[in-house]
């Protein structure tokens, strides 16, 4: 039996692809006033107006009048670290990215009681409006998986992409031209929960490297051969800090003072930043989300949009650990496809992807239209996931209620 959700109005954005430029994200929103959604088995059978649709429906269909909402597309987090959770309030934040690595490293490990820390943060992300998140995950992913499920349950999709994080410089997983899986279940780069992830989820998984400056090249070249082999996403941290360049120019710095253990020596120099780099080795494609991405040239930019590689921002991150601020709208201007993500609770104060939206709104000087593509629409495009972005027929029935204010703000300049 089919289903109506009823609402106020709901935001569409039928017909629309990913917005990759000023125009395309501050364009008006289609919607539709006083408004069904139709769905069965959880695909979208159509919306419409409520008064067409009881004209026309005939037959038994069950209802759910939502009130006076405003539905949007499903919100897609795209870059979290769910297992980091249990780290809230114990980072340095507010004295740039060495300081907040350095407390970060010898806490992230299995900790009791982080399966409450992450069921809490499920529901935050859940109550939000999140229809999907892109989380990195190197220890958990069996755990995270299951907790979704439940928290998720009846959802007409898989509401994750999981991340299975490579980081460190031991040899890579393999060698050129073979495939990772291998190694991957040998349990030398992932932990063997990795490695064994329930179906669902083995089919949502895909490979992020954790940094240029943290993860061997080789692998980072594998890994994203094995996305690109399967039409995955692969995903990096990529320019968010001052010392990520220098530790990559010159081999030198406090983020290598901080790595130098880890990292082999010397750590092999490279004249230029981070985008050049992970250019050289090949890392950027269509099938590429680079997160961060606070410290772009004009050509940066310019090889991003290029390429046509994703850039997610996570505005309330980079301004809690103080290393500055993206330039969105240049980057728009640029033909970039922009996403949005909370990062982890290590560092931004929650994972409500609204509270993002917000954020970003603010210290971008973005429009509230443009922020809400940057997290449906644009965030389906750069994590591949066909069935969301938009609420037409055929597409997932996945939806998010919007807060009331900022619902107002998304057609204030319509009527006004
Ligand atoms: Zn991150």
Redesign the pocket.
Known sequence: MPTAFRARRIITLAGERAAVSPGELDASLRSVDNAVLLEKDGVILGVEEYAVFRRRLSGAFSLHDLGPVCLAPALINA?C?LELSHLAGKTRLGEGFVPWLASLMPLARTVPGEEEAVSAALRCLKDSGVGHCAD?ESRLPGLICELALREWQGNAVYPFTHFLELIGFSPPPAAEGEDVEEALRAGDWFSPAAASLPVPASEHCALSGHALYSTAPEALQAAHAWCRRRGRVFSL?LAESPEEDECLRSGSGALRDLLRGFQPSPFPEWKGGPVDRAEHLGLLDAFTLA?HCVRLTPRDRRTLAERKSAVCLCPRSNAAIGVGRAKAREAAASGILLCLGT??LCSTPDLDMQNEMAAARDMYSLSARAVLRLASINGAAALRLESLGSLEKGKAAVFSMLREEFARELFYSDSG
Request: aromatic residues 0%; charged residues 15%; glycine residues 14%.
């Open positions: 870059h670290h990195v941290h997160v990062d982890g």
